[in-house]
């Protein structure tokens, strides 16, 4: 699976910033069967979940990002949005999207965008 992120950059702590990512070659039959999501990584961290949507709008969120993240889905578009707000430094990173298809498992990741949160 082909995932076009965008929408990573500089921001002041505090500060709002949303990314998206498309799926641009998967007919909709097919994209509403994976669950989406955003992962992040930081320098000389793992990678971890941020947030990830079904297709029926099921929520998960990581503590570190309830109440300040929201990630929503549209599924016409194949796209999906990570809106960040009250951004920490913490959450400086490069962020990775994600599809995991419900049931045959196929997992594709996306080009990362980097989001770095100036204090």
């Known amino acids: 699976v082909q995932l076009q992120a965008s929408g990573g950059g500089l921001v002041q702590a505090g500060g709002s910033l949303r990314l998206s990512c498309k799926a641009p070659?998967?007919?909709?039959?097919?994209?509403?069967?994976?669950?989406m999501g955003w992962y992040r990584q930081a320098p000389g961290s793992q990678r971890e979940l941020v947030a990830t949507?079904?297709?029926?709008?099921?929520?998960n969120y990581a503590d570190s990002v309830q109440g300040r993240f929201t990630i929503s889905r549209d599924n016409s578009r194949k796209t999906i949005y990570l809106q960040m707000n009250s951004l920490k430094s913490e959450d400086t990173a490069v962020y990775y999207c994600?599809?995991?298809?419900?049931?045959?498992?196929?997992?594709?990741w996306g080009q990362g965008t980097q989001l770095t949160v100036s204090s």
């Open positions: 070659r998967l007919i909709l039959s097919t994209y509403v069967g994976y669950i």
């Open positions: 949507i079904s297709s029926g709008g099921d929520r």
């Open positions: 994600n599809a995991q298809h419900r049931t045959s498992g196929d997992n594709s």
